[in-house]
């Protein structure tokens, strides 16, 4: 008789085909908490951007073609030449100081920059101060530039904290040799994350905040 009969043949069989299917049972499950191909892809790894920030490209001219007044103007030398782009075409009072060109920005803005194109003749020792207002309260000084200038020269100033929420902007000169006149203003910054409301208004204290003296 053989010992090795079919029912312990088969024994043997049913218990190597039970191992075989673990095995592929096992292969095929997922290990708990091992990442999977998809989970990487979605992982939280930085992108090139938010580790190195794009620099802020510079604002257009917002002063560019806006709508200006002037204490006075030549006939031929009207206040839009202050704007308009071109440093060839210049605003001219026509009369010595004080005198003063306005800029109406149509919005409020947080501005950054100014620059001012010199029309002078002749050259020597000027004032200008620049003030703005948002949409209602009073003018306030911005910056004041007291220097010895000449024609073509430009005066640029960039505020570090900025100047917040200013729709309307003066410039007022009062000492120069010379007539009054600008060849170009340009303006730089972005709109104003201000409340109109509080545009132009002194800066208060929240009733919940007591400044410290
Ligand atoms: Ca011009």
Not at 85 to 100: E, F, K, S
């Amino acid at each position: 008789m053989n010992r090795n009969g079919p029912s312990s043949t088969g024994s043997r069989s049913a218990a190597l085909l039970v191992a075989m299917a673990t095995l592929v049972a096992l292969q095929a499950c997922t290990l708990p908490g091992r990442p999977t191909a998809a989970s990487v892809a979605e992982s939280t790894i930085p992108s090139l951007e938010s580790l190195h920030p794009a620099t802020p490209e510079p604002s257009e001219n917002l002063a560019l073609h806006s709508l200006v007044t002037a204490s006075a103007s030549l006939p031929d030398q009207r206040a839009s030449a202050a704007v308009d782009g071109d440093p060839q075409t210049v605003w001219n009072a026509g009369w010595h100081p004080p005198q003063w060109i306005e800029i109406d920005l149509g919005a409020a803005f947080d501005l950054d920059r100014v620059i001012l194109t010199v029309a002078q003749d002749p050259r020597g020792g000027t004032v200008h101060q620049i003030s703005g207002r948002g949409e209602t309260g009073d003018y306030r000084l911005l910056y004041k530039f007291h220097d010895d200038t000449g024609d073509g020269l430009e005066l640029d100033v960039s505020p570090v904290a900025g100047w917040g929420a200013v729709r309307y902007l003066k410039i007022e000169t009062t000492e120069s040799p010379s007539w009054v006149a600008w060849r170009e203003i340009a303006v730089f910054g972005r709109p104003s994350s201000q409340p109109l409301a509080q545009v132009g208004a002194s800066r208060t204290w929240p009733t919940s905040i007591t400044p410290q003296s």
